[in-house]
């Protein structure tokens, strides 16, 4: 029927053309990098790609498991729900990229030269911005289930498009004035996080009751805990880059991390959630 085919197809369209936008981008990246710096820096991009794209899997996955749940509370207007998924599943998926993210940051120099017998120029550099990246997005995906659970993706869908476009521009401009590559990954750094602002304020419009206040606590908390945490690892290394210094590392900064969010960013009810979680894992493993 053409009531219920027509807003399919509306759906899909807007969906298609944000992902649309966001190849424009990514293939457009590319081009530049290669037209101002040649094929070796671009290689160097393509590495920083493979290491994003294999860390972004882990967001992936929570994204999958939650996705069809947050679509369902909102299709039978349980909004309290709604919220309270959106706003725990944003927060964990999170804090998940960020403990990853740290201790392969505060290494980077080490795992990079151990995996390749050459590590090319700005490679380091590129994937440290790409991986900060990682975060923001898997943040503002969670954000974006819930306007796609609305149906209206239009607003959302051209936005992403104009801004994915007009970072372009803005990025060949930049390079043609002599900015560094290293632009390129920061631009896409503040493009991501201009996205997630958009679309968490697109979905409070959406849904009046949707209460911002938590995911915008959430966001500094965890941003001003991640940051601690690397700074007092980077101590920790001091420039050195060994074995031990990557393990004393890591495990400091998982350690302060954790302990940040749990005294200072956690409610009584996620700390809760999180000890019934692992009560179910344990008794699973033990049957």
């Known amino acids: 029927k053409r009531s219920i085919l027509r807003p399919m197809l509306s759906l899909s369209g807007w969906d298609l053309l944000g992902h649309l936008g966001y190849t424009i981008r990514l293939y457009g990246t590319n081009m530049l990098l290669n037209i101002f710096f040649g094929p070796a820096v671009n290689a160097a991009s393509g590495i920083a790609t493979v290491v994003q794209s294999a860390i972004s899997g882990f967001s992936a996955n929570v994204i999958t498991a939650v996705r069809p749940s947050i679509i369902k509370s909102y299709a039978t207007n349980d909004i309290r729900r709604f919220d309270t998924l959106l706003t725990n599943t944003s927060y964990f998926t999170l804090l998940i990229m960020m403990v990853i993210t740290g201790p392969v940051l505060l290494n980077l120099s080490l795992i990079m030269t151990t995996w390749l017998a050459t590590v090319p120029k700005y490679c380091i550099d590129f994937t440290f911005l790409c991986l900060l990246s990682n975060c923001i997005s898997a943040y503002a995906s969670i954000l974006y289930i819930g306007i796609h659970s609305t149906g209206k993706l239009m607003t959302s869908s051209l936005f992403r498009n104009i801004l994915y476009v007009f970072s372009i521009a803005i990025l060949y401009l930049l390079l043609k004035l002599g900015y560094p590559p290293q632009t390129a990954y920061a631009l896409l ?67 302060i991390f954790f302990f940040i969010i749990w005294t200072l960013g956690m409610s009584s009810q996620q700390r809760l959630l999180i000890k019934v979680t692992i009560n179910k894992y344990v008794k699973r493993v033990k049957a």
């Open 189 to 255: 750094l503040v493009t991501q996080l201009l996205v997630g602002i958009v679309d968490s304020m697109l979905l409070h419009s959406y849904i009046k009751s949707f209460n911002l206040k938590p995911i915008l606590k959430n966001l500094l908390v965890a941003t001003l805990a991640f940051i601690i945490s690397f700074i007092v690892g980077l101590k920790i290394k001091n420039g050195v880059s060994s074995i031990a210094d990557f393990f004393l590392s890591s495990i400091s900064f998982v350690i």
